[in-house]
């Protein structure tokens, strides 16, 4: 079974400063998707990146970005020039690629962020 | 394109009463999950439909069940409610099991 790991449950930056959360993975597949998503107070879980697997390229989405370290199963979230508006709890998930695990993510624990004016 | 619903937002419940909640994924989506998040567990795979078969399922009690119809909307059923139950229940939507899901507002239940 996969399991993901956020080793930090809050974590804090300045306004307009950069934070990076981390996440660790365990899994024996070769091909799967890693997302981070976002949890505001208001509960609602918006989609924030997606890395696949195969693609050694990190993925980026404006202020977002992404480290991917396939071999260490590692999977770490860049937030540039933070704003006000990303203090929410951030979940790191798996997903595997295949059928047998069709329509399951496996969420790590969540690390609370908050942005400090 | 709308975003995923859930109704009712809010319930509660009685132990031992059962409970129906719903959710309509974004038009296009044929794939409905659904999550328990509590503060102690975290978020926990339910179940998964796809064209109204259920393709994965989670370590829950029988208690917890669901179905999906032909419009792709789905309901998730708990029955003989207790209070551990309480939760908020998420339910995301996706084109298949190669796409992102999207997640629904979520339905607070509390049992008491």
């Known amino acids: 079974a996969q399991t993901v790991t956020q080793s930090q449950p809050e974590m804090s930056v300045q306004e307009a400063e950069t934070v990076t959360l981390s996440c660790t993975y365990d899994t024996s597949e070769s091909d799967y998707y890693l997302f981070w998503y976002k949890q505001p107070p208001s509960r609602q879980m918006i989609l924030v990146i997606r890395?696949?697997?195969?693609?050694?390229q990190n993925a980026t989405e404006n202020r977002f970005s992404v480290n991917f370290q396939k071999a260490a199963k590692s999977f770490s979230l860049k937030i540039s020039d933070s704003q006000l508006g990303d203090a929410a709890m951030y979940f790191c998930?798996?997903?595997?690629?295949?059928?047998?695990?069709?329509?399951?993510?496996?969420f790590g624990d969540g690390t609370t962020l908050t942005v400090k004016p | 394109k709308a975003g995923v619903t859930q109704t009712p937002r809010y319930l509660i419940k009685t132990r031992g009463q059962q409970v129906t909640l719903s959710c309509s994924p974004i038009s296009g989506h044929r794939s409905v999950s659904w999550y328990q998040q509590t503060p102690g567990q975290g978020l926990q795979f339910l179940f998964e439909?796809?064209?109204?078969?259920?393709?994965n399922k989670g370590n829950f009690p029988g208690r917890f069940s669901g179905r999906q119809f032909s419009n792709s909307r789905s309901e998730m059923n708990v029955s003989t409610l207790e209070l551990g139950d309480s939760a908020l229940y998420l339910c995301?939507?996706?084109?298949?099991?190669?796409?992102?899901?999207?997640f629904g507002p979520g339905t607070r239940l509390t049992v008491t």
């Open positions: 890395q696949e697997a195969y693609k050694q």
């Open positions: 998930a798996y997903r595997s690629a295949g059928w047998t695990n069709a329509g399951k993510s496996t």
């Open positions: 439909y796809f064209s109204e078969t259920q393709r």
């Open positions: 995301a939507s996706s084109h298949g099991h190669l796409y992102e899901q999207y």
